[in-house]
Nanobody, 115 residues
């Protein structure tokens, strides 16, 4: 079955960077578009970014555009999210999921942006 395992979160100061990873298994990774979503404390799931199956199209929420970059490595079946210029409002649990099916998301990885 679909398994997605996120990693790479942590505590970072404002203005810092992190790279999140999502190891995918149980499906043909190269055939599906993928998403990153996040959930801040006390709030619902928020879409962050998408990448097409072929990797040629990437899409971002306005709140992260210009600061975050989504990418994928087909040889490693891994999805990435490079996060730069982090802000306290980026604090959240970050999940990867198959696009359009957020129920496939993994356990998430915590990102805390604080001084």
């Amino acid at each position: 079955q679909v398994q997605l395992v996120e990693s790479g979160g942590g505590l970072v100061q404002p203005g810092g960077s992190l790279r999140l990873s999502c190891a995918a298994s149980g499906f043909i990774f190269s055939s599906l578009a993928m998403s990153w979503v996040r959930q801040a404390p006390g709030k619902g799931l928020e879409w962050v970014s998408d990448i097409n199956a072929g990797g040629g199209g990437t899409y971002y929420a306005n709140s992260v555009k210009g600061r975050f970059t989504i990418s994928r490595d087909y040889a490693k079946n891994t999805l990435y999210l490079q996060m730069n210029s982090l802000k306290p409002e980026d604090t959240a649990v970050y999940y990867c999921a198959i696009r359009g099916d957020w129920g496939t998301r993994g356990q998430g990885t915590q990102v805390i942006v604080s001084s």
